[in-house]
């Protein structure tokens, strides 16, 4: 079981609270979690990654072991600790500005 905090804008749009578990087949990449997460909340497509390109929308970081995950390729793997649930895979939104 993957454990993923999103934030309160998706969390609310999803209409959950906290953090949500996903259950992911085989290897545990980006690509493999979002697919589960958007696969359980089908209102979250196209929010964390565009519709066509399945690319991370601008804006949107990726964190797990306080590491940034963001310009990691989908398909490399994910911490152990994120694998085995000890750690959550974090999706934040980030800010910019002037």
Known sequence: MIRV????HLRK???????VKVDV????????????????YP?????????VTHRRRPFVRFFACEQ????ELPDAPLPDAVAIGAEPFLVVGAMAGG
């Open 5 to 8: 905090v999103l934030p309160s």
């Open 43 to 51: 209102m979250l497509r196209g929010t964390i990654r565009d519709h």
């Open 25 to 40: 087949e085989g290897p545990v990449t980006q690509r493999s979690v979002l697919d589960a997460l958007e696969a359980r």
């Open 13 to 19: 749009l999803a209409r959950v609270d906290g953090e």
């Open 68 to 71: 940034d995950l963001s310009h």
